[in-house]
């Protein structure tokens, strides 16, 4: 016979009924207290895991954080591969576009018909 048989044999019963009686009440209120809260930890888990809804908000939440974490590092990067000199040229063409908008406006003008004349002639 092997120990898995023996395990499962009524004698093995009694010998654990017999270490039941010599526990005190206090013990065995604590070993049912003990049990109720695994219990409740289970029954816990298993109607978290059967929560569709709230799994598919959490990993959309997920997703969302781990967007907003590479959009953040690309415009760091982008940040710093930019030389200084692109963002100062910009300023300096915005500043002259407000002194003298004439020339800016006519340039406007000229790409808007341009851009307008090859929509028109499809």
Known sequence: MDETTRQDSPAV?????????????????????RTREELGDTAAAA???????????????EIKAKAQAKKDELGAKAKEASPE?????????????????????VGGALVLGFLIGRITSR
């Open 85 to 105: 000199s692109a963002s100062q040229g910009a300023q300096q063409v915005a500043a002259k576009a407000q002194q003298n908008p004439l020339p800016f406006a």
């Open 13 to 33: 019963d009694q010998q654990q009924a017999g270490a039941d009686e010599q526990r005190s009440p206090e013990e065995i209120q604590r070993d049912i207290e």
């Open 47 to 61: 109607a978290e895991k059967a929560d569709v809804k709230a799994q598919a908000k959490a990993k959309a939440e």
